[in-house]
């Protein structure tokens, strides 16, 4: 790795710590610029994974007052994220990446939906609670969360992609709680689906070691940035950014 493709893989770890920390979907500027250096995908996608856990950490601890009054929410779901991270990973080197190039944009579209009607869905949802005597919202989201988290956890062991575009918008419409403090619980989450996935690879797979190093100090950089950026956005504008970042993924994603 010469130089500037070493500078190339730093700026991108500080560019998806940032944007992790935000909404998600980083990888989609670590991976291409490890691809680009030369790295094969299956090695540049363990490597992404194993860089990008300093930064998930760093934007959780960056997110940490939006973290209070949410233990017991964030173990419930961090038992999804744990299986569905380790799911996805051994997934990762079991399965041709074909086998989820099909769905994932058609995932990230219908997350997109979700997040820009969360407000209006939400509000019908507590109508039709209030009409039905059920007006107290389930603190947790029910089973529906549980198993919509568990399953883009699986996604996010797997490849990562806008998997915080995916939290965010099943957060949204099932828990009663702002957008700041859902991604607050976004960051965690994604924090433990990477690390176990990085664990998982460690013993089994390849990873180039200095492209790791210098991507988790990237991202740790960025995660900082990322949450005092981020913890600053009203609600619209967190929306639009989150819109604008998944449309991204999808176009890259297709191509």
Known sequence: MSIWEA???FAAGIGAGTINAIVGSGTLITFPVLLAIGLPPITANVSNTLGLVPGSISGAIGYRHELAGQRERILRL??????????GAILLLALPSDAFDAIVPVLVGLALVLVVLQPRLSRALQRRRERNGTSTDDPDGGIALLVGM???SVYGGYFGAAQGVLYLSLMGLL?????QRINAVKNVLATVVNGVAAIFFLFVADFDWIAVLLIAVGSALGGQLGAKVGRKLPPTVMRGVIVAVGVVAIVQLLT
């Open 7 to 9: 500078l190339a893989v």
């Open 175 to 179: 828990l009663n709680e702002s957008l």
């Open 78 to 87: 961090g038992v999804c994220a744990v299986i569905g991270g380790l799911i």
């Open 150 to 152: 568990a399953a883009a």
